[in-house]
């Protein structure tokens, strides 16, 4: 927190998340949309040769369109990152705001495929990286910003472990 917020007693922390989140939320939603109206379901558009292509592709799943029809689950599972999400943001209240902002990519990935499967019962999955058919899963944005964001939170949890640094319990 800047030291002019800090003395007025301003927390800028609901605001970086709130920012993160909406950004992502956005980005996701728009570009999902774009290639919807774009590019016919199962069609394909070359980005960067074969190594990078849009899809169409209607993910029934979990990221990288894991774990089909499971749409029940994965409703549940976003209640639970919410949560989890509320808690870490809590919990690291004065912490880096960097920390906050991973908290709000992962919200707004969260949000992105949740609203998805809400209104659609699936999510649009268009980015395709690999080389022929050796392909990493299809994925979107919302995809890409989950898996950042906990991998960060995944870090901070792994880098500030009392026992990793050598302290006793």
Do not use: C
């Amino acid at each position: 927190m800047s030291s002019e917020a800090a003395r007025r007693g301003i927390r800028v922390e609901p605001a970086i998340v709130g920012s993160a989140a909406l950004v992502i939320l956005l980005a996701d939603q728009v570009s999902k949309a774009a290639v919807s109206s774009a590019i016919p379901i199962g069609d394909r558009v070359r980005l960067l040769g074969d190594f990078v292509q849009l899809w169409n592709a209607q993910n029934h799943g979990a990221a990288f369109s894991l774990f089909q029809g499971g749409t029940l689950l994965f409703l549940i599972v976003s209640v639970l990152a919410f949560g989890l999400i509320g808690y870490l943001y809590r919990s690291w209240q004065g912490g880096p705001l960097w920390l906050y902002a991973t908290l709000g990519v992962a919200l707004g990935g969260i949000l992105g495929n949740l609203i998805d499967r809400l209104r659609y019962g699936y999510v649009t999955d268009f980015i395709s990286v690999g080389f022929g058919e050796v392909r990493w899963p299809t994925f979107n944005v919302a995809d890409a910003s989950i898996v950042i964001g906990v991998g960060l939170i995944a870090l901070r949890l792994f880098l500030t472990d009392p026992s990793r640094r050598g302290a006793t319990s």
